[in-house]
């Protein structure tokens, strides 16, 4: 399923991709008080581009994960924008969804070949 | 090694965190107008210390490491009429700032809202997710 060449296509990988950066920005939303704690994120399309050449999903992940490079830094050393990160977190939330139905399509799609309607 | 975190256990966790912070500032405005007959017995702002809790790389929730005195130091007072003053006539007053603590309210229940929309999105998508495919 990760390789992208299964029955899902590239959409199984993406979504695996999609709830491992769902945890990083929850993670960086319930330290948003920590100090010295730095954001950090995937680079997506990295990450997917690794993925769907038949790396697992957590090793792409892994070679994908950055800091976040701040507006503006606090004093504290943390540096997590709420703003930032809470838009970010709801784009990814919606493309999860938009994989989801993606998927939806797929199995649909298989579902009425085997019904032969 | 513990088991993954999933998002419930990261932002449920950083609620409870929160929750604590909230407590302290709490305690903090309640005692903000107490009085004290030496400096070591008034009361000090008390302040929770966050640390994080990592899981995996980038994968990290939040604890309470400890709750420590900070804030002002009590403020001298001179009243000689009250009844806790000491052999000079002073009393100390609470070192709480509460223009801050109130700004430490606002923030602390801004962040435990972004936590419970975290924890409402993330329910939300694993729903679907176990309904894909029906």
């Known amino acids: 399923m990760a390789d992208g060449n299964g029955i899902f296509g590239i959409h199984g990988a993406a979504l695996a991709l999609r709830s491992q950066r769902l945890e990083m920005l929850a993670s960086n939303i319930a330290n948003a008080a920590t ?83 | 090694m513990e088991k993954p975190f999933s998002v419930f256990d990261i932002a449920g966790r950083a609620m409870s965190a929160q929750l604590v912070r909230l407590n302290t500032t709490a305690s903090n405005l309640a005692n903000a107008g107490s009085v004290s007959g030496s400096k070591e017995d008034a009361f000090r702002a008390l302040k929770p210390v966050f640390r994080t809790v990592t899981n995996s790389e980038g994968v990290a929730t939040v604890a309470v490491d400890r709750v420590v005195e900070a804030g002002k ?35 602390t229940a801004r962040q435990y809202q972004n936590n419970v929309q975290v924890l409402q999105t993330a329910k939300t998508l694993t729903l679907d997710t176990l309904r894909l495919g029906q």
Request: charged share 25%; proline share 5%; aromatic share 6%.
């Open chain 1, 35 to 117: 100090p010295n704690y730095k954001a950090r994120d995937i680079d997506f399309g990295k990450a997917l581009e690794l993925a769907t050449n038949g790396r697992t999903a957590k090793d792409a992940v892994d070679a994908a994960i950055a800091y976040r490079v701040p507006v503006t830094p606090s004093l504290d050393g943390n540096t997590v924008e709420l703003s930032t990160e809470q838009t970010l977190f709801a784009e990814n939330a919606v493309q999860y969804r938009t994989t989801l139905s993606f998927l939806e399509g797929r199995i649909n799609t298989l579902k009425r070949a085997l019904k032969g309607e």
């Open chain 2, 73 to 107: 130091d009590p403020e001298m007072r001179h009243a000689p009429d009250h009844p806790l003053a000491d052999e000079n006539g002073n009393v100390w007053a609470a070192g709480v700032d509460t223009a801050a603590e109130l700004v430490e309210m606002v923030e």
